[in-house]
């Protein structure tokens, strides 16, 4: 089994920048991929980033590239994903993920574990 706990969500006006983090207990944090996805209201789970075990690979939707960057620190347990340049699109409750697969995953089903989420809120 796998815990994963986000945080760092919350309120930010359009243009500014957060930082979410992603704590891994319970499995060698080493031997996962892991991805971050996103909900808006009445709308269907979406690919946001993923990275492989060690980071040297990455993936990302295109709504976000160049502004969100996602990165791991194997020695703490933890993924990152840094959103820049904020945009009212953004706003969604930003779900952890965890693969038992070496690659980079970009669909929900090929994630055997998941946090609670945490909501980001872009005002304009």
């Known amino acids: 089994q796998v815990q994963l706990v986000e945080s760092g969500g919350g309120l930010v006006q359009a243009g500014g920048s957060l930082r979410l983090s992603c704590a891994a207990s319970g499995r060698s944090f080493s031997t996962l991929a892991m991805g971050w996805f996103r909900q808006a209201p009445g709308k269907e789970r979406d690919f946001v980033t993923a990275?492989?075990?060690?980071?040297?690979?990455?993936s990302y939707a295109d709504s976000v590239k160049g502004r969100f960057t996602i990165s791991r620190d194997n020695a703490k347990n933890t993924v990152y994903l840094q959103m820049n340049s904020l945009k009212s699109e953004d706003t969604a409750v930003y779900y952890c993920a965890a693969s038992l697969g070496l690659k980079v995953p970009t669909r929900t089903y090929e994630y055997n574990y998941w946090g609670q989420g945490t909501q980001v809120t872009v005002s304009s």
């Open positions: 990275i492989n075990w060690s980071g040297g690979s990455t």
